[in-house]
């Protein structure tokens, strides 16, 4: 049985990501088309897989996600995301996303998604990822509730099995 590599500070992981809403990623009323966010958060929370593993990732899921607000052409999308909890071979990201006005610098939580992630080997099989070290009380937080996460998802993807 493979090995686990040393675990890792959250800290490690912590990623942001930022792009300029322009008139090519907006829908005819002019805010962001949903699906361009959605990109954005998987982009953001690879980034902070990738950091963790340290090897090639793969999305697995995308098990929640919400539209708080739309956001306006010119709008900054800001997307900060890290690693919430390994479970062996695949891990659960947070991503939080802001929206910048940049005429009058405020700033909106408009997002948050939970997504997992798988680290492969060059050969495409599954590798064993370091575990995180959750070091504050927020941190420890989201380390406990992705492990409720986490079960719930087993349990859908089972319900889903069954009706196949």
Do not use: C
């Not at 929206?99 to 492969?120: C, K, M, P, Q």
């Amino acid at each position: 049985m493979e090995e686990a590599p040393p675990p890792k500070p959250v800290r490690d992981s912590v990623s942001e990501y930022s792009e300029l809403t322009l008139p090519n990623d907006a829908n005819s009323l002019g805010t962001l088309f949903g699906g361009k966010l959605m990109q954005y958060v998987d982009l953001a929370g690879s980034l902070a897989a990738a950091r963790h593993a340290r090897s090639p990732i793969v999305t697995a899921s995308v098990d929640y996600m919400t539209f708080l607000r739309p956001v306006k052409i010119g709008q900054l999308v800001v997307l900060k995301s890290s690693v919430n909890r390994v479970f062996r071979t695949s891990m659960e990201v947070g991503v939080k996303v802001w929206v910048e006005d940049l005429r009058n610098g405020e700033i909106d939580h408009i997002s948050s998604a939970y997504l997992t992630f798988v680290a492969l080997s060059r050969d495409g099989n599954r590798i064993v990822l370091p575990q995180v070290i959750p070091e504050t009380e927020e941190e420890k937080r989201r380390h406990s509730e992705a492990g409720e996460r986490r079960a719930y998802r087993l349990q859908l993807k089972e319900r889903a099995l069954k009706r196949d």
